[in-house]
């Protein structure tokens, strides 16, 4: 009987949830945004690469108020689903909020019984821009930026029984001088909606007092060792940091060290990763206090090696585990119609991800956007290189690509300055254990460009492990590890780095406009435009053929534009909803492989 009136109660409160919550506007949308559940949105866990069991998804239904700058909530508008943006559809809401407004949310958890004695860590994948948060309304923390995630310890300020959570959110779009990517406040073109809030999974997590914060791993298959380096709170110097390097259930390497010291492991006949052979190790990495285990997580690693040098005939090209490799894939932005920044489902995140490789790249360029901590690790599980982009922001002033820059650069003001510095050490710090990564691209065609050797230099100094393109598209100088030429529609090399790498960072942009899943009915563009399928594709292989003789004068990578259809471009391999493949994908595959393999077939 008792389990009766659960399933019943269970029930409805399920009701309750739909009844308040269905997804806004009229725009079109993807297949997942069908299968949302509001009472379990997005259970997986966030953050793999340093995984725990025990952990509580915030995600759901929570009260939201838009209000001008400087006032306090009486009562609450409705209902907004988190982690979706107050401007997209699945958020329930689609409202904009503007810079002279501010975003409240608020919600109640009552910690898990089981949680007693345990420090609890609240965390927040992305919220855009600027976030306060109130615990019991008391404010426990501030966060800037709109990429990156960010925790607090709110165990001070918990109560017995249900605890009130209560954020706070400002985002001035290009209003501002923040990284904002390709969002503004009035959308056309290559601009898109604005993004404010909440867009990322909030969770809770409880730790001992001394735990584990950080892990980072650098491979060297060179001498067949893995560097590991671990973050602890609250640990003493004696405290001792174990790590296991697992293949399968076989342990292949093992080391101690006091918290304070990098870890060195020999990996013997190590299993290098590749796009062809993605091999992770597992890894369990345990915090030792006085001889007992007072924290435990579980991780992953690859032993795989980014470079560049001369191939026989002379050429810098990208190396790939001491091999010429070429990179090649397409341009990723990661907007979705109804979640905007965020993807309805996992099953979503991973599945533009598969359709890349199913159409023959190894490659992706995250453009202007930072996902979520499972999409590198889909891509480090699947095989995916990635060129992970810095989110543009401030001003454009003058834009030369067809030279080395011989004007004025761009001078940022302190705020601005501090704030792009910020968000870029956050995103390669919190970015940087994924494998899949293995090019930092700080600018692109001169969208806030600045002080361009400087950030080259303390990028690269700040990892070393990875490349660095430092101006996709220009302005050019002689920094970096990559010269990144951008041309539309066709491929062409006007210029030749014969110190660096020189790549195709953007071209094609085929467009092809499909009744009943475009976002708009008018204004939608491409750089040149079809009607069918058959013509599409046929365009884009006879660039590819171009592409391909290109690569043997000297380009090492390309990146076509896009994976998807995105608001009123037309360009991509599939619609925006991901309903239509808009090209053949056999006959894609078979001239990206020519590609591909094009740097060794010479």
Known sequence: MKQTFLIIAVSLISI?????????????????????????????????????????????????????????????????????????????????????????????????????????????????????????????????????????????????????????????????????????????????????????????????????TYVNTVPNIDKGLLTVDINTSNTKPIDIIEVKVLEGNKVVAASRAVVSQSLELPIADAKLWSPES????????SLLSGGKVVDKVKSYTAMRKTSYGRDKDGIMRFYLNNKPYFHFGPLDQGWWPDGLYTAPTDEALVYDIIKTKELGFNMIRKHV????????????????????????????????????????????SAESEANFRKEWKEIIDAFRPYPSIVVWVPFNEAWGQFKTQDITEWTKLYDPSRLVNSASGGNFYHTGDILDLHNYPGPDMYLFDAKRVTVLGEYGGIGMPIEGHLWQSDRNWGYIQFKNSEDVT????????????????????????????????????MTYDRKVDKLIIDKVKKANLEVINAVNDK
């Open 369 to 412: 956007k930072v996902e979520p901590a499972r999409w590198y690790t889909h891509c480090d599980k699947l095989g995916v290189l990635v060129w992970q982009d810095m989110p543009n922001g401030d001003r454009s002033p003058q834009w030369q690509n067809k030279n080395y820059f011989e004007g004025k650069e761009l001078v940022r």
């Open 538 to 573: 046929k365009e884009y292989v006879k660039y590819a053929h171009q592409l391909r003789d290109f690569v043997k004068r000297g380009f090492s990578g390309a990146v076509y534009t896009q994976t998807t259809d995105v608001e009123g471009e037309i360009n991509g391999f």
């Open 278 to 285: 993605p091999f992770l190790y597992d890894m369990e990495i």
């Open 16 to 212: 309750s949830s739909f009844a308040q919550w269905k997804p806004a506007g009229d725009k079109i949308k993807t297949k997942w945004a069908e299968t949302i559940d509001p009472n379990n949105v997005l259970p997986e866990y966030p953050r793999p690469i340093l995984e725990r069991t025990d952990w509580m998804n915030l995600n759901g239904l929570w009260d939201y108020a838009i209000l001008p700058i400087g006032k306090v909530p009486a009562n609450f508008d409705g209902k907004i689903l988190v982690p979706f943006a107050v401007e997209s559809s699945l958020s329930g809401v689609q409202k904009e909020v503007g810079k002279d407004n501010e975003l409240w949310y608020q919600r109640t958890f009552t910690v898990p019984s089981n949680w007693k004695n345990k420090n609890v860590i609240l965390h927040f994948g992305a919220v855009d821009w600027k976030t306060e948060v109130f615990v019991n309304d008391v404010k426990i923390g501030t966060h800037t930026g709109g990429f990156t995630p960010f925790s607090f310890d709110i165990t001070p300020f918990l109560k017995q029984g249900q605890q009130t959570l209560k954020v706070k959110v400002w985002d001035g779009t290009d209003s501002g001088f923040q990284p904002r990517g390709k969002q503004v406040s009035r959308p056309e073109g290559i601009w898109y909606t604005s993004v404010t809030g909440i867009w990322q999974t909030v969770w809770l997590e409880p730790v001992n007092e001394k735990h584990i």
